[in-house]
């Protein structure tokens, strides 16, 4: 008797095929390959729950990362310190100010330290620059040169040159040399034509600030690498800050933020008058480069504690 092979499509989709050969009859069954829509969505909300864990902890591994830089560019800028101490006897002056006969006016911290941070022909070329044009010093070539030592990727505007209000195209720097408490008291380490030593420090060098971060303005007119004016022609704002700094309501912006002194806390860039206080875009809190060459993170908690190591010799 000749094989037959019949089919017949069960209640769950299946196929089944029966053989018959020499009076017997063997079954095979055949599953459609697909998934239910219940499997599908099981798969879904699996893959769901995987994203919503594995885009934090990539989020956070790259802001563990841009903090190692961060941190790591202020120990470079703290090596450079210790350098220009050995050299000068003294930590560069925040801002060199415009007093009469001042050669490099304005000039900032950041620049004085150029030799010790491999920029030794930006320091020859900013010494060209102001001996035969030392105004304005907008149009120096320094004053639109980016360094990436002096910018934090968590921020990362500082990485490229912007148009600071329409009017000058300038580099920018995540980090300011501490005042102190304000532009008036000049109790810190970097202010206007400060020349302080490590014998000035009474509070000792492990224990008190010289730059902190702080991001540029909104509109990029606070927070110029090269040189700037600041509050009160001192730098203020712009290369230096003091850890409660008062507002001088000497320009456009600073006019429209209240008097009030700001201490140390967490800021934005929604509110633009928070250039006038140190915060950074970490969470909770900024780096610090001490006098001795060592960096900390600071938490805005500490606040108190952050305003005592900000002078040199004694509580503000």
Not at 6 to 21: I, L, N, P
Not at 154 to 161: K, L, N, V, Y
């Amino acid at each position: 008797m000749p094989s037959e092979l019949t089919f017949s499509t069960d209640e769950h989709a299946g196929v089944t095929c029966w053989f018959r050969a020499k009076g017997a009859r063997t079954v095979v069954r055949y599953r459609k390959s697909g998934l239910t829509v219940l499997e599908l969505l099981v798969a879904v909300a699996v893959i769901s729950i995987l994203l919503g864990l594995l885009l934090p902890a990539t989020q956070y591994a790259r802001e563990a990362a841009r903090r190692t830089t961060c941190r790591n560019n202020l120990r470079q800028i703290g090596l450079a310190t210790q350098m220009h101490h050995e050299t000068y006897s003294s930590f560069p002056p925040g801002n060199t100010g415009a007093a009469p006969g001042t050669k490099m006016p304005f000039l900032s911290w950041q620049v004085h330290l150029y030799p010790y941070l491999e920029q030794r022909a930006l320091w020859d070329r900013a010494r060209q620059d102001y001996a035969t044009n030392p105004s304005p010093f907008v149009g120096h070539r320094g004053f639109r040169t980016v360094l990436s030592t002096f910018s934090c990727p968590s921020d990362g505007r500082a990485e490229t040159t912007h148009l600071a209000r329409n009017r000058y195209i300038v580099a920018l720097s995540n980090y300011l040399g501490v005042i102190g408490t304000d532009l008036e008291t000049n109790d810190g380490v970097l202010f206007s034509q400060s020349h302080v030593s490590v014998r000035d420090i009474r509070d000792g060098t492990s224990n008190t600030l010289i730059v902190g971060e702080r991001p540029p303005s909104v509109d990029f007119w606070w927070g110029w690498l090269y040189a700037g004016a600041g509050q009160r022609v001192t730098g203020s704002g712009d290369q230096v800050l003091g850890i409660r700094e008062l507002n001088a309501r000497d320009d456009q912006l600073s006019l429209r933020c209240a008097a009030d002194r700001l201490s140390y806390r967490a800021g934005s860039l929604s509110d633009q008058c928070h250039f006038l206080h140190f915060w950074s875009f970490h969470p909770d809190g900024a780096f610090f480069l001490f006098a001795d060459g060592h960096v900390d993170f600071l938490s805005y908690g500490a606040a108190a504690t952050v305003e005592q190591m900000a002078t040199r010799a004694g509580n503000p």
